[in-house]
């Protein structure tokens, strides 16, 4: 069976680990196709929070990036992220692998894994603003200006590419990502 890598991209606050968790818990039965959420590694301690990744040092990040032990890897917000290999091997299995990646990696995705699909995510400002808030690490003029920039950054969209706006709640936005995975065929073209 053919595979296919949705790549997920969108900015701050616009719901993108709560989306991740919410289709976690999801039983099989809800994906036409085995769906796999790559774990991420990153250069930020285990917080608790929606996301459970890898922690990594700086000093073991650039061990592996130097021993090639990533299939991708960018730097955001002061973080290094990357995706090992073992991450992506479902793909070779008929699965689809969903990887909550940057917008400004997307030409490399494209390069890469030309027939990956693009999942961007959006919500309006004042959902972003709701969320960043509630989340307590930016205040004032740091936090409107990350609420613009989730409003005014994009990555380039191409046929195939599908979008969501994560403005209502969490299970109707769920819902509507299943709907667009749905629609999907495996090799992740409409």
């Known amino acids: 069976m053919s595979h296919g890598l949705i790549y997920m991209v969108g ?6 680990d709560s989306l991740l968790a919410w289709v976690s818990q999801r039983p099989h039965s809800d994906f036409t ?3 796999y959420i790559a774990r991420r590694s990153i250069t930020r ?3 608790g929070g929606t996301e459970v990744h890898e922690a990594l040092t700086e000093q073991a990040f650039s061990d592996l990036e130097a021993a090639n032990g990533f299939a991708m890897r960018w730097e955001a917000n002061g973080l290094r992220y990357g995706i090992r290999h073992a991450e992506l091997a479902p793909l070779e299995h008929g699965h689809w692998v969903l990887v909550n990646g940057s917008r400004a990696y997307v030409p490399e995705v494209r390069r890469t894994w030309p027939g990956a699909s693009v999942l961007h995510i959006k919500a309006p400002a004042d959902v972003v603003r709701e969320r960043l808030l509630a989340r307590g690490r930016e205040t004032g003029a740091e ?6 920039r989730s409003q005014d950054l994009s990555a380039e969209r191409l046929t195939g590419d599908m979008e969501l706006v994560n403005g209502s709640g969490l299970d109707t936005s769920g819902r509507e990502l299943l709907a667009l995975l749905a629609g999907r065929s495996p090799a992740g073209t409409p």
């Open 143 to 148: 936090l409107e200006a990350r609420i613009r």
């Open 45 to 47: 301690p285990e917080d």
């Open 33 to 35: 196709v085995p769906l």
């Open 11 to 16: 900015p701050s606050g616009v719901g993108k």
